[in-house]
Nanobody, 128 residues
Framework: QVQLVESGGGLVQAGGSLRLSCTASGRTFSTFSSYTMGWFRRAPGEERRFVATISSSGSSTNYADSVKGRFTISRDNAKNTVYLQMNSLKPEDTAVYYC??????????????????WGQGTQVTVSS
């Protein structure tokens, strides 16, 4: 069983920052460093959308246009953790944010169906 647990969500004013964390664990989760990791979000009334992804080694990243220049994805393979640093937050960033894992290397895993494992989500609310 693979478990992904997100943390770091909350309420913040527009222009503020938050850092989300996602820690992976589980008996069948062999090696964190062999998984591509991604962040997705679902705003109220909308479908889940891609936010950012990072390759298994951390050498490649990819972002949705809506967050480029404001969000940064990173990972610490020694801690089995992926992060999403969110700066200059806007009310339209309000959503439930999900961490996801995909076995193998990829620098372009932007589709939710490419990921096999998901966290339970953490709420981010940005007030105007």
């Amino acid at each position: 069983q693979v478990q992904l647990v997100e943390s770091g969500g909350g309420l913040v004013q527009a222009g503020g920052s938050l850092r989300l964390s996602c820690t992976a664990s589980g008996r069948t989760f062999s090696t964190f460093s062999s998984y591509t990791m991604g962040w997705f979000r679902r705003a109220p009334g909308e479908e889940r959308r891609f936010v950012a992804t990072i390759s298994s080694s951390g050498s490649s990243t990819n972002y949705a246009d809506s967050v480029k220049g404001r969000f940064t994805i990173s990972r610490d393979n020694a801690k089995n953790t992926v992060y999403l640093q969110m700066n200059s937050l806007k009310p339209e960033d309000t959503a439930v944010y999900y961490c996801a894992a995909k076995a193998g290397y990829s620098a372009t895993a932007v589709l939710s169906r490419q990921y096999g494992y998901w966290g339970q989500g953490t709420q981010v609310t940005v007030s105007s």
